[in-house]
């Protein structure tokens, strides 16, 4: 069992800069795919950005060259630097995990937090 909290958002200025972040429980945390998704107000829910347990990473090209992600193993911590930040980037920001094969992201995500704002104004 794998327990997610997010941490981080908030509001700011269009061009601004936020950083979140996923603090996950369970020692077996920093082997598996780590994910990061959003929905918007009257929006479906969208992949933002992943990483597998050997820091590979995929993006969404909605936020490519924008958004980092990045993974601390040693505290079992998942990192999304948001810089450049559009109002359409507001949404409530979730981070997820699975243990996918061998902590390759290629399932969907068993594990889900439960959310922090991020609200960007123009």
């Known amino acids: 069992q794998v327990q997610l909290v997010e941490s981080g958002g908030g509001s700011v200025q269009a061009g601004g800069s936020l950083r979140l972040s996923c603090a996950a429980s369970?020692?077996?945390?920093?082997?598996?795919?780590l994910g990061w998704f959003r929905q918007g107000p009257g929006k479906k829910r969208e992949g933002v950005a992943a990483i597998d347990s050997d820091g590979r990473t995929t993006y969404a090209n909605s936020v490519k060259g924008r958004f980092t992600v990045s993974r601390d193993n040693a505290r079992n911590t998942l990192i999304l630097q948001m810089d450049s930040l559009k109002p359409e980037d507001t949404a409530m920001y979730y981070c997820a995990a699975d243990p996918g094969i061998g902590g390759s992201c290629v399932a969907g995500f068993s594990y889900w937090g439960q959310g922090t704002q991020v609200t960007v104004s123009s």
């Open positions: 369970g020692s077996t945390a920093n082997t598996y795919c």
